[in-house]
């Protein structure tokens, strides 16, 4: 059973767009998954500006790799290297805590991920 960041079971993070690295709806990660899809943001439209100047351009759509493109409020299992990246510069997403793999945190720090819990998350716990 994944684990999220809190050793508990790992939520869906979006089925619409369906996302993963997988396409499962889930930051499941696996030997495959050289990139880590493994934390679930939400998606703002400085984060996706700050992701195309960086060139990964996550808005526009992409249908031969099944990618829909973004846009802000979109939910999407980023890459824990890329979110890192956001952070230290300044321009990281909100995070759906519950929904992040566990695997993150060889990455980022929990301490770090929970402030950027997404507000309406932060709020039921």
Not at 85 to 99: C, F, N, R, S
């Amino acid at each position: 059973m994944p684990l999220n960041v809190f050793g508990t079971e790992l939520e869906p993070c979006s089925r619409d767009p369906l996302t993963g690295f997988y396409r499962d709806g889930c930051c499941n990660t696996g030997p495959r998954d050289l990139g880590a899809h493994t934390v679930c943001i939400v998606a703002t439209e400085e984060f996706l500006a700050f992701s195309r100047d960086r060139g990964n351009d996550l808005s526009t759509p992409r249908p031969d790799y099944r990618f829909p493109g973004l846009r802000p409020g979109d939910r999407w299992c980023l890459c824990a290297s890329r979110w890192r990246e956001a952070w230290e510069a300044g321009k990281a997403p909100q995070i759906i805590l519950t929904a992040t793999h566990e695997a993150t945190l060889e990455l980022v720090p929990l301490d770090v991920l929970v402030k950027f819990g997404w507000r309406e998350e932060r709020a039921s716990r």
